[in-house]
């Protein structure tokens, strides 16, 4: 399973997440590097990691992934309605990418922590995904 795969679902879940009207009336924005000067709260995409996994019939990989939300309001209540929100959106991701399949999404967990800078508070809630991905089979 190589890199593009990982790529290829970032840019489903891009999309998939964009599309979402309640959850970007939440967000200034969704990220995969935050530009300087943006406006809280936002979502980026935080970690990825494929491991292979080979089936009776065929290979795949196991993709977990992270996604993160921003916040500067005052205590986690923000933060933790955002995650909420992201949750849902995501029980209806079911992307669609050429030579790639996807199936078995499943939610790892998920955690806030406080981020404190010499400029500013953030708290930022992180929510932990796991999919499969199998390549060269047409989601379509």
Known sequence: MTALVCHKLQEALYAHLKDDSVLMGLLAGIYDE???GSALPYLTFGETRADGMALKDRDCSQIAFDIMVWSEDHGQMEVKEL??????AMKSFEPDVLDVSFAGLRFIGSNTIRQITP?????RGRLAYR?????????A
């Open 34 to 36: 935050v530009p300087t």
């Open 83 to 88: 995650m909420a929100e992201v949750d849902r």
């Open 119 to 123: 400029e500013r508070m953030l708290y």
């Open 131 to 139: 999919i499969r991905a199998y390549e060269g089979v047409s989601a």
